[in-house]
C-alpha cells in the first residue's frame, strides 16, 4: 500500500501544521521565533522545530533565506504558497491518486456524493 | 611516437579492459562520492581515473632502447602497473585530492565566507590571526575546519546562543591550532594502506584537545557542554 502513503505525502503532522499556522500569517520568521510563539501552546524542543521546518523545506512548503546580523546567521523561513493555495493543492494530490488508482469506481463515487450534497 | 604509443595502447585488450574497468570504477566512487560526501570515495575517484592516463604515459617513452632496460616498465604489464602506474596514481590521487577538497567541500554546502570584527576578534584570542570564517548552508548542525578555515552551517547558528556558538567555532579554532587537519588527511592515506591504522585513532585525543582548548579560552566547559547536547538532541530527532 506504498501508493497510499505517497498519496498523502502533502499532508502534516500536528506539530508541522501548528508552524505552518504560525508561519501563514506572519509570514518571514526565524526558527527561535516560531518556536517562541508555540512553546506556550504545548511543550517542545527548538531543535524539533528546525528540524521539521528543514524537512519542510525539503518537500518544498516552505522556503528559507539566509539572513546575517547580530547573533550570528539565520534562516528567515516563509511560506511557499498561502494557505488557500496549499490546502487546494492537497485535495488536488488526493483525488487525482484517487482516480488514477480506482478509475471509475472513485468517479462514480464523487457524483453519488455530490449529488447526495446537493439534495 | 605519441601516435604510435596510442595505437599499441589500444591495441592491447588488456590496456583497454584496465581503460573501461579503472574509468567504471572512477564512474561508481564519484557518484558514491556525491551520496555520502565522504573524502575517501573522492580520492579513490581520482586514483580509478588517474590510474590508465599513468599506465599509458609510461608506455609512451618505450621506444627509446635506454627505457627498455629500466626495470621492465615496458615488457610486463603487471609488474609496470604496480612498480610504477599504481603508486604514481596514488601519488596524484592524493596530492590532487588535498588540494580539491576544501574547495568542493565548500561548494558542496555553499559555503560562503563570513568576516565581522566577531570573527576576527575569535581567531585572534586563539593567535590565529589568519583564520577564515565560512557559513555553510544547511539546517543540520555541522561544523568542522580545513587547514586554516573554520566552517559552521546556518543550522548550528540557529540552535545555539552567542556564547554556545563561541565555544564550538573555538573548538575548531583549537583543531586549526594543532593542525589536526593534517593529521587527518595522514591518517586517511595511511588507511588506504592498513585497515589497522583504525585501531590507532588518534581522533579521540584530538577531539580532547580542541574542548580543552575551548574550555581555557572561554574559562568554562559550560558552553560547550550545553552546545554538544543541543546538538545530540537535534541527531535524535
Redesign the interface.
Known sequence: MKSTVTAFDAMLSPLEQDILKVIWPDRKL???QIYDKLKGQRKL????V??L??RL?DRGVVKRN?E?GR?????IYYPTHDRDHFEKSIVETAVNKLIEKFGSTAVSYFNERFSRRKS | MLAESVVSFFSQPLHVSLLIGSWAAALITFLSWRENGKVRWLYAHLFFLLLPLFDFAIGVPCQIPFVQGLLSMCSLVITRAVIFAIPFALLFAVLGGYHLAPALYKRMYRAKEVRGRRYALLAKRAGLAGTRFFVLDTAKPIAFSIRNDVLMSVGMFELLNSKEQDAVLLHELGHVRQRSSLGKFSLALARLFSPLVHFASRVNAEEAMADAFAASMQGTVKHLQAAKRIVEQYLRE
Open positions: 526565524r526558527v527561535r524542543a527548538l531543535s524539533s528546525a528540524v521546518l528543514d523545506h539566509v546575517t547573533g550570528g546567521v539565520r534562516y
